[in-house]
């Protein structure tokens, strides 16, 4: 099980909500509306080196051309930055843990094999140790983050 913060350690489990207790190395913020992962400063180092290329730009550059540039460069830096900030506190598609599965469950799991058939194309699934499911095609466990995406 996961760390349960203090102000919901007395609330029953049946009215936790997934991020409260979730098994992962992402923060949450607003009421688990926002998910960062635990790179959120290769983001902010991102959006650093992009202002700045861009500061240099508006400040040595844009003066000498026409206003329509000018304002093409904001509105392309201010889609840059929003789409950063969507991509760095969107949910990637996590899987789910299961954490109903025993050791015993989970060792059998790992030694046999099952396959899914998608379009008339049969696939191997391949079983997470860590999250203890069977992760579905093109789905594959980050260590960084320690879930199944």
């Given amino acids: 099980m996961a760390n349960v913060p203090e102000h919901c350690a007395s609330m029953p489990q049946s009215q936790l909500k997934v991020w409260q207790t979730w098994h992962g190395t992402h923060t949450f913020c607003c009421d688990g509306r926002v998910m960062v992962g635990p790179d959120i400063g290769a983001t902010f180092f991102a959006a650093l080196v992009t202002t700045a290329t861009s500061a240099t730009f508006w400040l040595f550059v844009c003066p000498s051309l026409s206003p329509i540039v000018v304002v093409g460069a904001a509105l392309l830096y201010a889609m840059t930055i929003g789409f950063m900030v ?3 506190t ?60």
């Fill in 90 to 149: 969107t949910d990637p598609g996590i899987l789910p843990r299961n954490p109903n599965v025993d050791d015993a469950e989970a060792a059998a799991n790992a030694q046999s094999m099952r396959s899914t058939e998608i379009n008339g194309v049969t696939v191997q699934l391949k079983w997470c140790h860590t999250c203890r499911i069977w992760r579905p095609p093109r789905a594959s466990h980050c260590s960084e983050c320690n879930v199944c995406v």
């Fill in 86 to 88: 969507l991509t760095a």
